[in-house]
C-alpha cells in the first residue's frame, strides 16, 4: 500500500510540516520505500518533484521538507508497490492536462480487473493500476464534457460518481485536484483536518518536530490537510467513512 | 529570448557539470531571470523540476546543480520572458503524453501570429508563443498518427517538416524529446557536442569550473550536449545552421 498527503489552502502555505512527517514514513517509521512524488500548484502551472528511491533517503525529499515552497493545492505520494515494478514512471502523482489545466493525481490502494478500463486518449504512461485508474477518470470526464463544463465544480461532482465504479475494483483511496479544486475519495483510510484562527503548536507523531502555527499565520488563513493516517499527535483528524467523498477549494470542505 | 540545454547519451549520465554552467546565466552571466526548467528521463518516465525565480538565485537549481541525477535524455530552460508573463505555468520545459509516452519541449525565440496555430485537444496551460506551439507540434502528430506509428523515428521525422512551418513565424530554436529520441531545430542559434573516448577535460565558460570526464566516464560512453551557446572554452563545438535540425538517440546524431 501507500500513504496520501494533500493541502488546500486560501492564501500559498508551505507544507514542509506535513511533508517532514511523511517523509519518515517512506522507509523510517513506514514501509513505504518505493518512491515518492509531490506536486506544487502555483496558479494554473504545476512542479513535480518525485523520486524512484524512499523519501527518508532521498535528497530530493529532504530539500522539499527543509525549503518552503508556497502552494494553495498540493499532492504528495509515497509509494509501497504492490502493482508495477519500481520506477520514475510508475511513481506518483501522475499529471495530464484537460481544458487548458494540469489534473493531478495520486492513489493509495490495489485495483483488480483494472488492465479492461477504457482510457482511449489518456495513455498510462508506466504499469500501475492507479495511473491506468487516473486515465480512466480523465478519459470519462473527456467523453462526458468534450468542451469544458461551465463550472469545473460540475467535473469534480462528475468524478466522485467515476470513483464510486472504481471502488468496485478494490481499495481506492485517492486525491484529484486541478490546482483550484481538490477532491479525496476513501475506500479504507483518509484523515483529513482544518487549520484556522485561533492558531495553535501541532506536534509530529513521526519525528520529534513541533510547530506553532500561529506564528507562521494570518488571522485569515484557512489551511485542510488531509492524508492516510493524520500526522500530529495533538489533534483532532476527521476519520473518513468508505465510499465518502470530499471536495476542498480554498482550504474549505465545500 | 532565453536559452536551452539538452542532452542525448547512451548511459544514464548527470548533467551537473552544464547545468552548473547554463545556471550562471540566469541573472548573473546572462540576462535570462525569468525562470528556468529541467526535465530528466529515466526510462519512459520524467521528472521536471521548475521555478519561476532566476536560476542564479534558485534554492532547487541548486540542487540540480550539486546532485547527480543520472539520465538518458534531458531538456533544460532558462527563461528571459517575452511573450507571457514571469510565472510557473508559463516556465519551460513542458510535458504531454501521448501514446502512452511523455513528451517535453523547450523554445527559444519569439513568434508572432502564434495565437491562431490550432491545437485540438492538447490545449497550451499559459499563455506563450512556445507552449502553444508546442501543443501545434502535439495536435499535428497525433493528427498524422492518431495510433502509434511502427517507428517513433517517422514521428520525429514528421515533427521536422512541422518545424519548417513555424520558423516562418519567427524565431524558432527548439528541443523536443520523448526520452529516447531528441530533437532539435534551429533558426538562429543553436550548437552541439559529442563527446566519447578518449576522454579530456573541459571547461565552463561561465564559471571557474574543470571537470576532467576521463574520470566520470567509462570507454564505451557517448554524450551530447546541445546549447544555445558553446559552454566550455577549449572545445569545439558544432555551430547549427538556420533551418537545420538534427536528431539524437542514445548520444548519437542519427
Same mark, same amino acid.
Given at each position: 500500500m501507500c500513504e496520501l498527503l494533500g493541502m488546500s489552502a486560501n492564501v500559498p502555505? +508551505?507544507?514542509? =510540516?506535513? &511533508?517532514?512527517?511523511? *517523509?519518515? /514514513?517512506?522507509?523510517?517509521?513506514?514501509?513505504? /520505500? #518505493?518512491? $515518492?512524488? %509531490?506536486? =506544487?500548484?502555483?496558479? *494554473?502551472?504545476?512542479?513535480?518533484f518525485k523520486d524512484a528511491l524512499p523519501s527518508y533517503e532521498s535528497e530530493i525529499a529532504r530539500l522539499v521538507s527543509d525549503y518552503p515552497i508556497k502552494s494553495c493545492a498540493v499532492i504528495a505520494h509515497i509509494r509501497q508497490a504492490n502493482r508495477g515494478r519500481v520506477s520514475l514512471q510508475n511513481t506518483h502523482p501522475f499529471t495530464r492536462e484537460l481544458w487548458g489545466r494540469y489534473w493531478t493525481y495520486a492513489h493509495n490502494g490495489q485495483l483488480h480487473?483494472? *488492465? #479492461? @478500463?477504457? %482510457?482511449? /486518449?489518456?495513455?498510462?504512461?508506466?504499469?500501475? #493500476?492507479?495511473?491506468?485508474?487516473f486515465c480512466y477518470l480523465m478519459s470519462e470526464l473527456d467523453k462526458r464534457y468534450p468542451t469544458k463544463p461551465r463550472s469545473r465544480r460540475l467535473a469534480f461532482r462528475f468524478l466522485q460518481k467515476q470513483a464510486q465504479t472504481l471502488q468496485k475494483l478494490g481499495v481506492f483511496n485517492m486525491m484529484l485536484t +486541478?490546482?483550484?479544486y481538490l477532491l479525496t475519495y476513501c475506500t479504507t483510510k483518509l484523515h483529513w483536518i482544518t487549520r484556522r484562527a485561533p492558531f495553535g503548536i501541532?506536534?509530529?507523531? #513521526? %519525528?520529534?518536530?513541533?510547530?506553532? =502555527?500561529?506564528?507562521?499565520?494570518?488571522? *485569515?488563513?484557512? %489551511?485542510?490537510?488531509?492524508?492516510t493516517?493524520? @500526522?500530529? @499527535?495533538?489533534?483532532? $483528524?476527521?476519520?473518513?467513512?468508505?465510499?465518502?467523498?470530499? @471536495? &476542498?477549494? +480554498?482550504?474549505?470542505?465545500?
Open positions: 502555505t +508551505d507544507i514542509c =510540516f506535513s &511533508f517532514k512527517g511523511l *517523509k519518515e /514514513r517512506g522507509g523510517r517509521t513506514g514501509p513505504h /520505500r #518505493d518512491g $515518492w512524488g %509531490v506536486a =506544487f500548484y502555483e496558479g *494554473k502551472g504545476v512542479c513535480t480487473d483494472y *488492465k #479492461d @478500463l477504457p %482510457v482511449d /486518449r489518456f495513455q498510462p504512461v508506466g504499469t500501475t #493500476d492507479s495511473e491506468r485508474a +486541478d490546482g483550484e501541532a506536534r509530529l507523531s #513521526d %519525528v520529534d518536530v513541533d510547530i506553532d =502555527f500561529s506564528r507562521e499565520t494570518t488571522q *485569515k488563513d484557512v %489551511v485542510t490537510i488531509i492524508a493516517e493524520p @500526522l500530529t @499527535l495533538n489533534e483532532q $483528524w476527521h476519520k473518513m467513512e468508505a465510499g465518502e467523498s470530499q @471536495l &476542498f477549494r +480554498d482550504g474549505e470542505p465545500i
